[in-house]
């Protein structure tokens, strides 16, 4: 049965057109009875996430998997890749749209991520149901998550997640129209990955920024930032992080003016989440096409579209997307003269936003509906809605300072409406009444105008300290990169001159006091037989000598490094402390052929593997070692494991053998992760580029 199961997924997995060469390593690990279960488990954790984006149901599958094996294992030694199945899982129903059970599989690793005590593991929950929740529309959740998650990783120091966290904070802001507070955190975000290299994470920064200025109507900076986000899409092949490029930049065409290069670009992405079954990604995209259809006056398209997004919504319970839908059916059917239904999506729209929060969408649907209302010649509900609409308006003016210009004009025209509709509201009334009513609109007007030249005067200053702060903070980016990249010239040049200096110290050892220590014992052999009894000692003491000599030449130097290359060191180093009889040290190596590293590289690699490797023997306490080298496309990953006592990554203080390793994996522009909880051992592992 359980090969049947095995042959299933393998099938799924061609059907999908995935590169088996690209997996078969993991696969072989995992097939072999032989391997240690963690090692197995891991293997096939990578393969199930390899999958959780193109083939969701593939993964589903290959995590249950996952979840059985780990369940198996006794002493709950397989509880950390339990809770890495379920998470594996609530990711792949999450990129099915399927947000409520995604939360409830986060729900399930979150809990015995606390109960083994892993930290890591307690904010990727964390995070993930925070993405959960703002797919949903469930701001105050998500952001209630997020923070939880923001102060796990501020106390771990660990930057990258420090970076997506601020990210994601700034998007509930950015949703809740708090673009002040959105910039500060986006800028936070974009100070983080440029300083790591997070490609994948400077797009979602490029991309926010950009929303931001599209917010305040500065095109041409928007357009830059979103290309930029486009081209590193491009070069990593992220057909769902392309498919919002697009669509972000024909928003930004169509609000100026440019319809056709909008629906271009509109129509790109509308085919990219149809291809790969992005659902929220489609009812975006139908809401944007419909849009466009009606600013082109094509009312019948534009209902069609309008009405796959609000399906679409519906399955997934995107509530956000669901209050823009309604809007947009309830305006296209008031261009259509059909008042009733623009009333009836009106009223759910104006309810299912002030739900969630949204404003700017409640106060449109307050503006259709008086629309509606008018067109009807209902006076007095047209008039009820716009005080609602106005009243919206105000309070969006007084938060929104990147757009107060525009604001001001909408304030304007938001009293000249009202003023209308007031007058035609009180026509079966006195005429004395309507001109008090009138008078006191002059009155209401001249204030508006006193306002908006206050305001405009604190815009002025407030965007004056907002360019000089920005100019400060390049400034200082700047100077930063400029000592990084000179700390990173003097690491290099002091571990040149130390493999330079082992060297010389190794075939100086080798070529005089390894000859001088050899002639000795040559003498010591050849005197007569009768003298040879009091000469045992001194050549017993010669032979430890020796084998002295070649153990700390081998240290400083190794001769298979550079005559064999790096596999055949390792191997060679792990034979030395195998033979010494207290640890097992395991090497696999696989895929590395077509990898044609340097010498300095492979020296460093080396010398990586072998800093680990004492600081295992001088304080882990374990009894089997394992090193792994694996090729990848792009990288190859290099894992040394141990089955020791491990240690607190939260409280252990990095020695100088943990910084020798950083340094060199910094060198050769690896990523480097340490997992370890007291009692579990601990796994190091590092991602090289190639």
């Known amino acids: 049965m359980k090969k049947i199961y095995l042959a299933i997924l393998l099938a799924l997995l061609f059907k999908n057109g995935i590169c088996q060469t690209k997996i078969d390593s993991l696969w072989t690990v995992y097939n072999n009875k032989s391997e240690i279960d963690t090692n197995r488990l891991k293997a096939l954790y990578n393969i199930a996430w390899s999958y959780n984006r193109n083939n969701p149901d593939t993964a589903i599958l290959l995590a249950e998997q996952q979840i059985k094996f780990a ?68 701001m105050s959740k998500a952001l209630e998550y997020y923070v939880k998650v923001s102060q796990i990783r501020e106390e771990t120091g660990d930057k990258k997640g420090m970076g997506s966290c601020y990210n994601n904070i700034g998007v509930v802001y950015q949703y809740q129209s708090n673009f002040p507070k959105a910039l500060e955190y986006y800028l936070k975000t ?24 599209q917010y305040q109507s500065n095109f041409p900076k928007a357009l830059e930032y979103f290309f930029k ?49 992005d659902k929220k990604g489609l009812g975006a995209c139908y809401t944007s096409v419909g849009i466009v259809y009606s600013a082109q006056f094509n009312y019948k398209e534009a209902l069609k579209c309008h009405l796959k997004s609000l399906q679409i919504t519906r399955e997934i319970g995107d509530k956000q997307g669901m209050g823009l839908s309604y809007i947009n059916l309830s305006l296209v059917y008031n261009n259509l003269l059909d008042f009733g239904r623009a009333i009836q999506y009106g009223d759910s729209a104006a309810q299912i936003n002030k739900e969630i929060g949204e404003m700017e969408r409640e106060r449109l649907a307050y503006e259709s509906l008086a629309t509606s209302y008018s067109k009807m010649g209902r006076y007095r509900e047209a008039y009820e809605n716009y005080k609602k609409f106005k009243l919206l308006t105000d309070s969006i003016f007084n938060v929104e300072n990147s757009k107060q210009l525009g604001d001001l004009k909408t304030q304007f025209e938001v009293e000249k409406k009202e003023a209308e509709l007031k007058i ?153 402390i195998s033979h010494s009889g207290s640890v097992k040290v395991h090497v696999q190596v696989h895929n590395m052929e077509h990898f044609n590293l340097e010498k300095q590289s492979q020296f460093n690699i080396y010398r990586i593997v072998q800093e ?33 006592k491990g240690f607190d990554t939260g409280v252990q203080k990095s020695g100088r053998g943990l910084k020798n390793i950083v340094t060199r994996s910094l060198w050769l522009k690896g990523n480097i ?3 370890s909880t007291p009692g579990h051992g601990t796994t190091i592992t590092t991602e090289i580029p190639v």
């Open 71 to 138: 369940n198996a294992i006794p002493n709950g030694k397989g509880k950390k890749w339990l809770a890495k199945g379920f998470i594996t899982i609530g990711v792949s129903h999450m990129n099915k749209g399927d947000y409520p059970k995604a939360i409830e599989y986060y729900f399930k690793g979150l809990k015995i991520s606390k109960e083994i005590g892993d930290k890591k593991g307690v904010g990727n929950c964390y995070n993930n149901i925070g993405i959960a929740y703002n797919n949903q529309g469930d």
């Open 229 to 277: 986000a486009l081209k590193i899409n491009e070069e990593t092949g992220d057909k769902k992080t392309i498919s919002a490029c697009y669509n972000n930049i024909g928003l930004v065409y169509y609000k100026q003016s440019k319809i056709s290069k909008a629906l271009e670009y509109y129509l790109k992405s509308l085919r990219i989440c149809e291809e790969i079954g």
């Open 190 to 213: 974009l100070k983080i990955v440029e300083e790591i290299g997070d490609k994948q994470s400077m797009t979602a920064a490029y991309t926010n920024i950009g929303n931001i200025y």
């Open 424 to 576: 035609k509201a009180e026509e079966q009334k006195a005429e004395q009444d309507r001109k008090d009513l009138i008078q006191k609109e002059k009155i209401k007007r001249q204030k508006i105008i006193n306002w908006s030249v206050t305001g405009l005067l604190v815009l002025t200053l407030l965007s004056s300290f907002l360019l000089f702060n920005r100019i400060h903070l390049k400034q200082k980016n700047k100077n930063q990169q400029l000592i990084n990249e000179k700390q990173k010239e003097l690491a290099v040049a002091v571990m040149d001159t130390q493999e330079q200096e082992r060297k010389r110290i190794a075939e100086d050892l080798h070529d005089s006091l390894g000859h001088l220590l050899s002639t000795v014992k040559f003498n010591l052999q050849t005197l007569p037989e009768g003298q040879k009894q009091y000469v045992e000692n001194s050549l017993q003491l010669l032979k430890q000598a020796s084998e002295e000599l070649q153990n700390i030449t081998f240290n400083l130097m190794p001769r298979t490094l550079e005559e064999e290359g790096l596999a055949a060191a390792l191997n060679e180093l792990a034979s030395k």
């Open 673 to 675: 992760n340490i997992d």
């Open 612 to 644: 680990a490797v004492n600081n295992i023997l001088k304080h882990a306490e374990a009894k089997e070692i394992n090193i792994q080298l694996i090729g990848q496309a792009t990288h190859f990953t290099i894992m040394i494991e141990d089955d020791g």
